[in-house]
Nanobody, 112 residues
Framework: QVQLVESGGGLVQAGGSLRVSCTAS????????VAWYRQVAGKEREWVAS???????LYADSAKGRFTISRDNAKNTVDLQMNSLKPEDTAVYYC??????WGQGTQVTVSS
């Protein structure tokens, strides 16, 4: 059974940083494309960033230059380092392996 568990969310002031982590069980993350999404209540879930099995990364325009997605093969985790946070980054952040599993989400709140 595949399980993705996000952690590391919280409250931070605008301009601050936060790191969220996705820990996988039942799958080896290095073999898959793993993505981070976010969702604000009442809005569609929005793709944020992806890391591919080969290590290449892609970012949404809203995340470029501020967010960094990375993978720790030893820990079987995929992290999203978020810097220069803005109030509009406030959302529930979800980890995803396409076609396989979603995590339960972790709340990130950026105060102005």
């Amino acid at each position: 059974q595949v399980q993705l568990v996000e952690s590391g969310g919280g409250l931070v002031q605008a301009g601050g940083s936060l790191r969220v982590s996705c820990t996988a069980s039942g799958r080896t993350v290095s073999l898959y494309r793993v993505a981070w999404y976010r969702q604000v209540a009442g809005k569609e879930r929005e793709w944020v960033a992806s890391i591919y099995s080969g290590g290449s990364t892609l970012y949404a325009d809203s995340a470029k230059g501020r967010f960094t997605i990375s993978r720790d093969n030893a820990k079987n985790t995929v992290d999203l380092q978020m810097n220069s946070l803005k109030p509009e980054d406030t959302a529930v952040y979800y980890c995803n392996i396409p076609g396989v599993a979603w995590g339960q989400g972790t709340q990130v709140t950026v105060s102005s």
